[in-house]
């Protein structure tokens, strides 16, 4: 959860409840964090595979250690599952800070599965597209991790012909 002050600048010290619900009051996961960098992270460590809907909610609940009582209304936000017909599914995680021109992107992949595939990619940038690639499936085997770090090649500007005569 971004957390910013009304200028847009990154807010640290203030506490978010975090819920996540299938349900109007079918609550299966509560925190409180206090943002760091302007973030607050979290992760919901089970949902049940039949839920097909998860309402999230974020409020700020004090600043710097000091309730806010309500002066601040809560953000609500819907996520529903996904269908993958390989049972696969991949999460980038966020950066640590935000990328300067010229400089490598190095995201951090984890898996639901193992790496025995084509990792095909694209970068965006204010909309647009500004890097495609792929790693081969020689390098995501050698990742022995369901975690692992990838650096995409700024210099490799368009995927290579896949074999089916079209592009990635």
């Given at each position: ?55 999230l909610e974020s409020k700020v609940i004090a600043i710097d250690g000091k309730s806010t009582g309500d002066q601040y209304l809560p953000n ?36 639901t599965c193992l790496c025995n595939f084509t990792l095909h990619y694209e970068v965006a940038s204010r909309g647009n597209i500004v890097l ?37």
């Amino acid at each position: 959860v971004e957390v910013t002050y009304p200028d847009g600048s990154p807010a640290d010290g203030v506490t978010v409840r975090i819920k996540a619900e299938l349900a109007p009051k079918d609550n299966v996961y509560t925190t409180e964090l206090v943002s760091h960098n302007g973030l607050v992270e979290f992760q919901i460590p089970s949902i049940p595979t039949a839920a097909q809907y998860v309402w999230l909610e974020s409020k700020v609940i004090a600043i710097d250690g000091k309730s806010t009582g309500d002066q601040y209304l809560p953000n609500y936000l819907s996520i529903s599952s996904w269908y993958s017909p390989s049972k696969c599914h991949l999460l980038i995680q966020p950066l640590e800070k935000p990328l300067q021109v010229g400089e490598d992107a190095r995201i951090t992949l984890k898996s639901t599965c193992l790496c025995n595939f084509t990792l095909h990619y694209e970068v965006a940038s204010r909309g647009n597209i500004v890097l495609s690639g792929m790693q081969s499936t020689n390098i995501t085997l050698q990742r022995t991790k369901r975690s692992t770090s990838v650096t995409f090649d700024r210099n490799f500007n368009e995927t290579e012909d896949n074999g089916s005569g079209t592009r990635s």
